[in-house]
């Protein structure tokens, strides 16, 4: 691992454990997490619900500790040096956690005051954003729509100037048009050199990162590139539908030539095992050859990683 005070690196982490109190024993929310963030760079951490994403996003952002390992953000420690990094990140939860009584633009200038900054002095590195819900300026935040939520979230998360941004599930329950619009606006701010962390459970926005990691059940599976992730798939994958998706998928895992077999949008996935030749298909399928996505590098993954 690279050290922590190299210049290089905006967000490092070594050996990160979390256990929570479950009854008379505990579960494990993260084991063993060794990752780094590079400065500038989009970086996703992908994962379903309950993988691991929001602790270790509250770890690196000094609100809960870490029960082994080490941590350091923009080169400062997670546990000694918190008030330090507070100053320097912004942090958008993925539950909705402004003022909802406050209208549009109160929470903002609240957020700013905290800061000791000002909506104006920061205004150029928001503007694409607020330009979008400076309408509703006089709205409570309560009454905005979840997109307009988000916008204002990441608004009130970028006004001090951060150098490194913390996004947690941004997009979860917003349509897909702000979802697109908000991955553009991303690429805004990491052109303006901020260090952005992202985490979701949708895997189409991995290919929007410079690099991802998959995490599942509290233990990082894989990191590297969208690119790199799926070109060394490495196996053979085809893409099936029947007359009866149940009866289908149910055929595919039983088929001696199949390794993995899932639902796939409209169709079902099938990865051949290595070295198997191509199965009989039924002459009722439609079957055609295929290359994975990082759903599929997912879900292979997971099947390696048990």
């Known amino acids: 691992?690279?050290?922590?005070?190299?210049?290089?690196?905006?967000?490092?982490?070594?050996?990160?454990?979390?256990?929570?109190p479950a009854g008379?024993?505990?579960?494990?929310?993260?084991?063993?997490?060794?990752?780094?963030?590079?400065?500038?760079?989009?970086?996703?951490?992908?994962?379903?619900d309950g993988a691991g994403k929001t602790s270790l996003f509250r770890i690196l952002t000094t609100l809960l500790l870490?029960?082994?390992?080490?941590?350091?953000?923009?080169?400062?420690?997670?546990?000694?040096?918190?008030?330090?990094?507070?100053?320097?990140?912004?942090?958008?939860?993925?539950?909705?956690?402004?003022?909802p009584d406050l209208?549009?633009?109160?929470?903002?200038?609240?957020?700013?005051?905290?800061?000791?900054?000002?909506?104006k002095e920061n205004y150029h590195l928001i503007r694409d954003i607020y330009e979008q819900i400076e309408p509703f300026r006089?709205?409570?935040?309560?009454?905005?729509?979840?997109?307009?939520?988000q916008k204002l979230a990441l608004s009130c998360a970028l006004i001090h100037r951060p150098s490194i941004l913390f996004l947690d599930e941004p997009t979860t329950g917003v349509d897909a048009v702000s979802r697109r619009e908000f991955?553009?606006?991303?690429?805004?701010?990491?052109?303006?050199?901020i260090t952005i962390l992202v985490s979701t459970p949708y895997m189409d926005?991995?290919?929007?990162?410079?690099?991802?990691?998959?995490?599942?059940?509290?233990r990082l599976m894989q990191v590297d590139s969208p690119e790199?992730?799926?070109?060394?798939?490495?196996?053979?994958?085809?893409?099936?539908?029947?007359?009866?998706?149940?009866?289908?998928?149910?055929?595919?895992?039983?088929?001696?030539?199949?390794?993995?077999?899932?639902?796939?949008?409209?169709w079902l996935h099938a990865v051949l095992k290595p070295g198997a030749a191509q199965p009989g298909w039924p002459a009722a399928w439609q079957v055609r050859r295929t290359e994975p996505d990082i759903e599929d590098c997912f879900i292979d993954n997971m099947k390696t990683h048990g």
């Open 228 to 266: 790199n992730i799926r070109r060394g798939f490495g196996k053979e994958l085809w893409a099936v539908k029947g007359p009866d998706i149940l009866n289908t998928l149910a055929t595919l895992r039983n088929l001696p030539e199949i390794d993995n077999a899932y639902p796939f949008g409209e």
């Open 103 to 119: 209208t549009v633009a109160e929470n903002l200038d609240f957020f700013a005051s905290i800061f000791n900054t000002t909506v």
């Open 205 to 218: 926005e991995a290919s929007r990162c410079d690099r991802v990691a998959f995490l599942q059940n509290g």
């Open 24 to 48: 008379k024993g505990k579960v494990t929310a993260l084991q063993d997490i060794d990752l780094s963030v590079a400065r500038g760079e989009r970086f996703g951490v992908i994962g379903p």
């Open 183 to 193: 991955w553009e606006l991303l690429r805004g701010l990491q052109s303006e050199g």
């Open 66 to 99: 870490p029960d082994a390992g080490h941590a350091a953000v923009d080169g400062l420690d997670v546990v000694k040096d918190f008030r330090r990094i507070r100053l320097r990140v912004g942090y958008m939860p993925g539950k909705f956690s402004l003022y």
């Open 1 to 20: 691992m690279q050290k922590s005070d190299s210049k290089d690196i905006a967000i490092l982490a070594e050996g990160i454990g979390k256990w929570y």
């Open 138 to 149: 006089d709205f409570r935040a309560s009454q905005l729509s979840g997109g307009m939520k």
